[in-house]
């Protein structure tokens, strides 16, 4: 569990959204991760592999607080494989009343990885999680091209 205030605000504001919103509320929050790409970093290289741009962006997210430890584990004819460990959001699905990968949160997460990938490799890609491991933290995710 994050003691961190930052997390916890963000995980406050994140289940009023989807409590408010219902299922709009995962299209408005994409868009939100996807618009932030370029304000938390904007300058990326391009050009890079989907393995070149796991480890640059992972740096990156880490330093963002509460996704926990982002990685591309693989690249599976082109469908990157995603894992987030030890993400706090994963906490919140009970107040938010939504599953993991499908709280408001997540699809930030989702756009936010969607347009950043982008932005490095220049493939355009749908990010959604495939399942969750609560033993281990784990959320396995794919970066699927459109």
């Known amino acids: 569990m994050s003691s961190d205030p930052k997390d916890i605000i963000i995980g406050e504001i994140q ?3 989807s409590k408010m919103m219902g299922n709009s509320a995962g299209a408005l929050m994409r868009r939100a991760g996807m618009n932030a790409s370029y304000k938390i970093w904007p ?3 391009t050009g890079k592999t989907i393995m070149e ?3 640059l962006m992972q740096e990156g997210v880490k330093g963002l607080g ?4 982002f990685s591309i ?3 599976e004819d082109g469908i990157a494989k995603i894992e987030f460990k030890g993400c706090y959001f994963a906490s919140l699905t009970e107040g938010s009343g939504k599953s993991c990968g499908q709280q408001p949160i997540c699809f930030f ?4 990885v969607e347009e ?5 490799t220049g493939i355009q ?6 399942n969750r491991d609560d033993n281990t933290t784990t959320c396995f995710e794919t970066a699927t091209p459109r």
């Open 66 to 69: 509460g996704f926990g430890d």
């Open 53 to 55: 741009a796991g480890e």
């Open 109 to 112: 997460g989702f756009g936010l």
């Open 15 to 17: 289940n009023i959204v």
């Open 116 to 120: 950043t990938f982008k932005r490095i």
């Open 73 to 75: 584990v693989g690249d």
């Open 43 to 45: 300058e990326l290289p």
């Open 125 to 130: 890609t749908k990010v959604e999680l495939i």
